[in-house]
């Protein structure tokens, strides 16, 4: 298949520096030494402008096309924060920093969007200009929303932006996208059930928070099984319930905290709005009282329909069609980029890590081998998008 030829002659190069970040890993806006080493490599490629410390710790790095500056600027994103995790993959590159770890391929991301970079920087076969975004903490630190607030599109006149993420289980060489939404909207809520507490032996004497909260946790599953359409997507999950100090005593509280995954703006203000009616509703049966606090985090990680397309073509041209999914099931899991796309017009595309261990997996490991695939594929769309 036609991967660009500049890109596979340094594809081992390119692998390189992707093991060299991984060794490094930071965390959410602490990514000095790897935006440092980012724009190193900007310098060095001979990008027109690096621009450092936007939303925070982020990097742009710009390139004119043959034509010099002006005309139509496009804008691809890379994530460069780690995870809290202690690595167990047993690489020789594995993780220097105890209890951080490139447990979702960032450091890939960043290393094939490099490989392009210092491709286009070399060739410049394209008119208009090209932003390249290196982005921190993407790992629930909102680092796209600071990056913007920051004023990345008022400083760089992005007209549209792109973005790519690396799947396990897909097939190396082969990308995935959808022509609307590709991630959900992933919201948190915490119920703080107030009650009464006594002695566990005269539990008539006391307003049972704990009684309460697994009668909560039950009843929340009905917001996903009784008030949404069945071919909608919402997923309300119950992940964390404290309560109590001793075996012969009911408490005074409970906390049970959770999170929302939602497709549709709709159906997730359905969901904000159900957990606290039946919150209430719940806690008064009980004689309880709830707080709710219901926290929204990233939006829907939208496509736009045409753009979708256009990097579907992109992508056939660099592995053939056959290993192109148009249509590919969404996932629930939440990405910042999303920001963006509500800022620009876009798309957000997957391309397969292979059989690796799963994405946030203490031995999950980016696979070098689709660092061709996905160089070539930037390469291809700012060729094509700046014709």
Known sequence: MPVNNRIAEDASEIAGWRRELHAVPEILYEVHRTAAYVAEKLHTFGCDEVATGIGRTGVVGVVHGRGGPGGRMIGLRADMDALPINEETGAPYASTLPGAMHACGHDGHMAMLLGAARSLC???TFEGSVAFIFQPAEEGGAGARAMIE????????IAEVYGMHNIPGMEIGTFAIRDTAMMAATDEFSVRLLGHGGHAAIPQ???DPILTGAALVQALQQIAARNVDPLDSLVVSV???HAGFARNVIPDDAMVSGTVRSLREETRVMAEHRIGEI???IASAHGCQAEVSYLRNYPVTMND????????GIAASVVGEAKVDRAVAPLMGGEDFSFMLERKPGAFIFIGNGDSAGLHHARYD???????YGSSYWVALVERALA
Request: hydrophobic letters at 45%.
């Open 279 to 281: 919150a209430a509703g």
């Open 205 to 207: 004497q006391s307003r």
């Open 305 to 312: 329909p045409g753009r979708a397309a256009f990097c579907a």
């Open 366 to 372: 980016f696979a070098d081998e689709a660092i061709p």
């Open 150 to 157: 920051d004023g990345l599109f008022e400083r760089f006149a």
């Open 122 to 124: 070399a060739s410049r």
């Open 239 to 241: 992940t964390q319930f």
